[in-house]
Structure formats: C-alpha cells, structure tokens
C-alpha cells in the first residue's frame, strides 16, 4: 500500500481504548467494518496497525522482519 498509515481513516483514540478495553473483539470487528482493511492506531508514539485482509497478514508474517522496527525484537526472532 502506498498511502502513509496517519492518512488513513481510524477511531478516536479516548473511545477507541474504552470501547476495545470493554469488547475486544467486538471493537475489532467494527473497525475492520468501518475503517477498512488496514486501520491504524496511534497510541502516544507507537503506531499500531489492525490488518483484516488475510493477503496482508501473510505478507506480514512472511517477510515479518521488514515490519519489525524494533532492534531487540529482531535478535530473539
């Protein structure tokens, strides 16, 4: 995907978290709905990505160190 992830559409961050702390699952499932096959979180620093589409999570766990951007995850995989 060549769009930037903060482009993209995503809930609100204070919602967000009191909706996913009370039904995660049911706060996935909506965003997957709403937001699409890609929806980002950001969290204070830390970007967070919720991807639906199964193409997408492969790609990620194929080739899942190009994803990783931290160094000390990277040595324990």
């Known amino acids: 995907m060549s769009q930037d992830l903060l482009t993209l559409p995503s ?22 709905r709403e ?11 830390e970007l967070f990505c919720l991807l639906t589409n199964p ?9 899942r160190l190009l994803f990783v951007k931290f160094p000390d995850f990277i040595s324990s995989v």
Do not use: N, W
């Not at 009191?18 to 499932?29: A, C, H, K, T, V």
């Not at 193409?55 to 080739?63: A, F, G, M, P, S």
């Open 11 to 32: 809930p609100q961050v204070p919602a967000a978290l009191e909706e996913y702390s009370q039904d995660p699952l049911g706060f996935m499932i909506r965003c997957a």
């Open 35 to 45: 937001f699409g096959e890609i929806v980002p979180f950001q969290f204070e620093e």
């Open 55 to 63: 193409d997408h999570i492969t790609e990620v766990l194929k080739d």
